[in-house]
């Protein structure tokens, strides 16, 4: 089967994607220290690990909005590329699940085919809408109001207090620290360990030219029918 080069991935994405994964991770590991000071010292004094979490959290907010912009705004794709069709829902998700799980040891092809239309298989298009539009505007939404306590007391107390908000911030982030371990994983079974790892640094992909197999595959038919 043949292969081809696609550039599925602009700058613009790739820089925003290593932004993003560098402000998610530092949040990870500076929250793990503050909910944890007595086991997690990585980063120094408990302030600092404050105050570094707090950096980082704006950081990876204005990512998120950059994101949204670029998507939304810019590119016009963000509803194609992210939001999961019928035919992901109904066979797509089931098929995905398959491959990831068992056909994948057994050295199947992958069922989905990247395009720069279409870069995400169903799981991704479901996980992704989870994550972006569930789990990072509520860890941002929380996070900015833990951050202004004094200013916004009202509303802290509005949307049920300090401990119902801590908690709420806690477990979103904690799916969010999830989310990572398995992006990491799946981003590893490509045709070899890097190959879904390197387009996010030099933008291209290579992707198995499923449209020449089958047209080779029509015009062998045909040639046997004709002899």
């Given at each position: 089967?043949?292969?081809?080069?696609?550039?599925?991935?602009?700058?613009?994405?790739?820089?925003?994607?290593?932004?993003?994964?560098?402000g998610i991770v530092t949040l990870c590991i500076s929250g793990a220290q503050i909910r944890f000071p007595e086991?997690?010292?990585?980063?120094?004094?408990?302030?600092?690990?404050?105050?570094?979490?707090?950096?980082a959290g704006i950081v990876v907010?204005?990512?998120?909005?950059?994101?949204?912009?670029?998507?939304?705004?810019?590119?016009?794709?963000?509803?194609?590329?992210?939001?999961?069709?019928?035919?992901?829902?109904?066979?797509?998700?089931?098929?995905?699940?398959?491959?990831?799980f068992f056909s994948y040891f057994f050295g199947a092809p992958n069922p989905h085919h990247a395009t720069p239309e279409n870069k995400f298989n169903p799981l991704q298009k479901s996980a992704y809408l989870a994550i972006m539009f569930v789990l990072m505007p509520f860890v941002s939404l929380t996070g900015i109001l833990l951050m202004n306590m004094g200013p916004m007391r009202e509303i802290v107390m509005l949307v049920g207090g300090l401990t119902l908000l801590d908690t709420i911030h806690f477990l979103t982030a904690c799916s969010l620290c999830a989310f990572i371990f398995t992006h990491v994983y799946l981003a590893t079974l490509g045709s070899t360990p890097m190959a879904y790892i390197k387009p996010m640094w030099t933008g291209w992909e290579k992707v198995?030219?499923?449209?020449?197999?089958?047209?080779?595959?029509v015009d062998r038919s045909q040639a046997e029918h004709s002899h």
């Open positions: 089967m043949s292969s081809k080069m696609v550039y599925l991935q602009p700058i613009a994405v790739r820089i925003w994607h290593w932004l993003n994964a560098l086991y997690v010292t990585i980063l120094g004094s408990y302030r600092s690990a404050i105050m570094l979490h707090n950096t907010a204005l990512s998120f909005s950059i994101w949204f912009f670029y998507y939304k705004i810019v590119a016009n794709t963000l509803d194609d590329i992210y939001i999961p069709k019928g035919s992901d829902l109904t066979t797509g998700l089931f098929r995905q699940v398959v491959f990831y198995e030219n499923h449209h020449d197999a089958e047209n080779s595959l």
